[in-house]
């Protein structure tokens, strides 16, 4: 018999990937969303981006500063494998649909770009990059992006990945259709679009049958909330009766879109955490006007009275910016005043930074840096002394 070639043998190895997460709880619950599909592909994960075949840089847009991290570390991890050997990275999520394919141009070294309604394309993408590797005869040159997608294909929340074993956050709006003036949010996100109640029910339900017994409920507005089985309180209701879930919370709440029937259904649902996030961001109406938030300080601290005499030992927080455009020392103090009659038990206080695609983008940014940083550590100190005294 003439001599034969022993077969070749071919086996696919999946690669490790290795997901850093920038931003919000929605990214998060992102992340979690596109390891558990990669994980049905076979995939494994690493915590260490030198042991990694890819490199997954879910992103956030809302901030510069945020921005800056990821552009910080691309560039940090450029160069440092052997030729021949680099990862493929990506940058998905807001930062990549901000700014797309020219996301190429800053960095030779990313591969694919993703928005946030095209994930459940990740994995055919990195295949498809992955085979281009293994199997071209030049060097890689291909670059996809995928950046056009407005709706999420709802069965993606069920992979049952979450990263922690005893609570879930699940997503019950996608997008947001306030547009804020500050906020790149509806341009990355697209507009409100809610997922229906039966969807978001089954997967709570299918969460607490995995030993998860704490949800927290997203949505850029969750007040906003709709469908045709009911609106955000009668969702509520039915998350408080699914059997075996202990306590469930939510984020994050508009004060323009607040009913008023939502404080006493927080009083009266045993398992509904007693906590409101209401970001206020400015506290003179001036800014509040410019910045297209649909409320004033008046209304605002109505609502806060209310939730005060609603739920006795129900806490508080919000969101703050400071040195918003034409922001004058006046409408600083209106803030500083508001912070005082507030007193919240927390506060997420941030320096205005221009947004890419906003309105307010087009307002010169006139208020100095040293100055922002003023008004920064004012707000901030006194917020630090607020607590201490609620601690007392």
């Not at 709802?154 to 997008?175: C, L, M, N, P, Q």
């Not at 229906?196 to 997203?218: S, Y």
């Not at 206020?280 to 209310?306: A, H, P, W």
Request: net charge positive.
């Amino acid at each position: 018999m003439p001599n034969q070639e022993p077969k070749k043998s071919y086996e696919f190895f999946a690669p490790k990937i290795y997901i850093r997460t920038f931003g919000c709880q929605m990214n998060v619950r992102d992340s979690e969303v596109i390891r558990g599909l990669l994980e049905k592909e076979g995939y494994s994960f690493t915590d260490e981006p030198a042991k990694a075949d890819v490199i997954i840089f879910n992103t956030c847009s809302v901030r510069q500063h945020a921005e800056d991290k990821v552009w910080s570390e691309i560039g940090r991890l450029k160069g440092q494998s052997p030729p021949g050997t680099a990862p493929l990275m990506g940058v998905i999520g807001c930062m990549a649909q901000a700014h797309k394919e020219k996301i190429f141009e800053r960095a030779a070294n990313v591969s694919f770009v993703v928005g946030p309604s095209d994930i459940a394309k990740l994995p055919g993408i990195i295949n498809k990059l992955r085979n281009k590797e293994t199997l071209g005869t030049v060097p890689m040159q291909l670059k996809i992006w995928e950046t056009d997608g407005t709706i999420r294909p709802d069965e993606i929340y069920r992979t049952g990945f979450y990263e922690d074993k005893s609570h879930a956050y699940v997503v019950i709006s996608e997008g947001c259709s306030n547009f804020c003036s500050y906020c790149v949010v509806p341009y990355v996100r697209s507009a409100l679009r809610n997922r229906k109640i039966q969807d978001i029910l089954r997967e709570i339900t299918e969460a607490v049958d995995k030993g998860i017994k704490n949800i927290t409920l997203l949505g850029q507005n969750v007040n906003a909330y709709r469908d045709e089985g009911g609106d955000f309180i009668q969702l509520l209701s039915k998350v408080n009766d699914i059997g075996g879930l202990e306590e469930f919370s939510f984020v994050t709440s508009h004060p323009k879109d607040i009913s008023s029937g939502l404080f006493r259904e927080m009083a009266d649902l045993e398992k509904l955490k007693k906590h409101l996030h209401l970001p206020v961001q400015s506290g003179s109406n001036r800014i509040l006007g410019l910045m297209n938030r649909g409320y004033t300080r008046e209304s605002y601290l109505d609502l806060v009275d209310k939730y005060r005499k609603g739920l006795k030992k129900g806490t508080l927080s919000s969101d703050i910016i400071v040195g918003f455009p034409s922001e004058t020392e006046t409408d600083f103090k209106d803030t500083f005043d508001l912070v005082m009659n507030a007193r919240f038990d927390a506060a997420y206080i941030f320096k205005y930074s221009p947004r890419p695609h906003t309105q307010a983008q087009n307002i010169p940014d006139d208020v100095e840096r040293k100055e922002k940083e003023r008004r920064h550590k004012l707000i901030l100190d006194l917020q630090i002394s607020i607590a201490k005294n609620k601690k007392c």
